[in-house]
């Protein structure tokens, strides 16, 4: 067999292949045989129908055509593997460039390759604001503002007022092909002078303060520039006109602030033991927003300085799994996609063009670069870490309504098997993650650990599944074993429908 491979740029190969003559031949007889066995050929058993007669009622076109497909099915696993070539998924049969003797041309998918920049030496300042009393003491007067008694007011809004309206908004200047409408008429509710980011932000930054002076029923016309600065990129410098309709004014009387009213909110005796919970509720959302950001800002730093190659189906398939969750969403809203584009006023092909091709070769590139830093750094999970956080993971789901029916049989197993799996993924991504963080902050020089005991595992973020290596999944099965008694057998099987979801598909 002789074999020539040629490099393409979308980081596949073409292979061609010829064949010794005799092969053909060969194959030619195996072929006569398989179309005596499935055609009804008279006088003779399915099977039995001699060479000749079959050449005689089929012709040998149809006979050297089927000799061609069996040479490709069984010879295609032996051409990849002199070729040196460990594919990332099917390879195409291009074209047979001559069938005697049998030549074949293949373009074959070559696994990703991912050449990773100096990332110990990435340095990133890790900033994270304190939690101050007067953070506790702006989340207190929320918290003190939903138990308030709400009563009419006949009177023009002032501050700490809360007042019901109906918001519309357009665009002062719009681009050919784009909607005016930015806002279409909306009902709305608003506490005029909240300090709060999440209730202030919205249209935008004292939006509320507008409203100030407003009584029942009075309009107003304001108009908005959005700073270049501004977190969404379709508004930066952007004109917009908003119309408000007061429908009506609250006035709030406020509860007073002490140990009984710490009482009313929870479990607490004191007002100063609220407020502590609340110091660390306030710092524990803190740490976990910015650690986000954080370490999004650092992974897509990576990757930009990253050298990542793929071939084409690698992406169309991280593409389709989009669409797909895409229609599952539209599904639970009672919505289908073609009515979903109708309202977006968009093709397919351009939804996937602008927003779904784009998303997915981020996530796509985001991934292979955390599965080839995660093999360099050795992440591992440990047995006995898994064991406690799947364990606490069931305690906590056994208080979920719906958890009978998952007591018994075949389901519980499944379930147990997908609450591993979980959770194996979610430490696994903790510690790629923590690694990191201790890389870009310097704290200190993070040294590899030995063998994994383990296993490798992929990592991917942004709510992605991201599947650890099937021998991590396998170790997790003596935790399961000790929820449902689990036969050797369940866990051969369960192994093996890890590796199984592990190969690429067709």
């Known amino acids: 067999m002789k074999i020539t491979t040629e490099p393409r740029e979308d980081h596949q190969v073409q292979i061609t292949a010829e064949l010794e003559p005799e092969i053909l031949q060969q194959y030619k007889r195996r072929a006569a045989r398989k179309i005596s066995e499935q055609a009804k050929v008279p ?7 001699p060479y000749d007669v079959i050449r005689r009622l089929y012709g040998e076109d149809a006979i050297q055509s089927q000799a061609i497909e069996l040479i490709v099915d069984d010879y295609y696993p032996k051409v990849l593997e002199e070729a040196k070539i460990d594919p990332s998924g099917p390879g195409t049969l291009e074209k047979i460039i001559n069938q005697d003797p049998p030549t074949f041309s293949f373009t074959v998918p070559l696994m990703p390759e991912i050449i990773l920049p100096d990332y110990r030496s990435v340095r990133k300042e890790y900033h994270l604001e304190t939690v101050t009393d007067e953070d506790v003491d702006r989340y207190m007067r929320i918290l003190q503002r939903s138990h308030a008694t709400i009563e009419p007011a006949e009177r023009s809004a ?17 681009p050919e092909g784009e909607e005016v409408d930015f806002i279409k008429e909306t009902p709305l509710q608003v506490f005029i002078g909240d300090e709060s980011p999440e209730n202030d932000n919205w249209p935008y930054k004292g939006f509320s303060n507008e409203l100030i002076g ?3 029923n009075e309009e107003k016309t304001i108009q908005y520039v959005y700073p270049d600065s501004h977190e969404s990129e379709k508004l930066r410098g952007r004109s917009v006109e908003f119309k408000v309709v007061v429908q009506s004014v609250k006035s709030l009387t406020l509860p007073e602030l002490n140990d009984e009213f710490a009482k009313t909110v929870g479990e607490f005796e004191t007002l100063q ?10 710092e524990q959302n803190r740490i976990q927003e910015y650690d986000q950001k954080f370490l999004n800002e650092l992974v897509d730093q990576i990757v930009e300085q990253s050298i990542i190659k793929y071939p084409p189906q690698v992406l169309d398939h991280q593409i389709e799994h989009a669409m797909e969750d895409l229609e599952s969403d539209l599904k639970q809203r009672s919505m289908d996609l073609p009515t979903y584009l109708k309202t977006r006023n968009m093709s397919r092909d351009e939804l996937i063009a602008n927003e779904i091709r784009p998303v997915s070769k981020r996530r796509l590139e985001r991934s292979l ?16 870490e898994l064991e406690s956080a799947f364990a606490a993971t069931m305690q906590g789901l056994r208080e979920s309504p719906g958890f009978d029916k998952y007591q018994k049989g075949a389901s519980r197993r499944d379930f147990n098997q997908a609450v591993v799996l979980d959770t194996a993924n979610r430490l696994f991504n903790q510690h790629l993650m923590e690694r990191l963080k201790n890389i870009a902050m310097g704290l200190q020089e993070v040294e590899k650990t030995g063998e994994d005991e383990i296993g490798q595992a992929e990592a991917k973020i942004e709510g992605n599944e991201s599947p650890a290596a099937s021998n991590l999944e396998t170790q997790a099965i003596d935790s399961v074993a000790k929820e449902e008694s689990i036969s050797p057998q369940s866990e051969s099987s369960f192994s093996e429908r890890i590796n199984e979801s592990n190969k690429p598909s067709d």
């Open 369 to 384: 670069v955390l599965e080839e830093i995660s093999k360099q750094e050795k992440i591992s999970v440990q047995p006995e």
């Open 43 to 49: 006088g003779f058993r399915p099977g039995k129908a």
């Open 273 to 282: 033991e609220l407020k502590e919970r609340i110091h660390v509720s306030i």
């Open 214 to 216: 407003l009584s029942a």
């Open 158 to 174: 002032e501050k700490g007022d809360l007042v019901y309206l109906k918001i519309s908004a357009r665009f002062m200047e719009v």
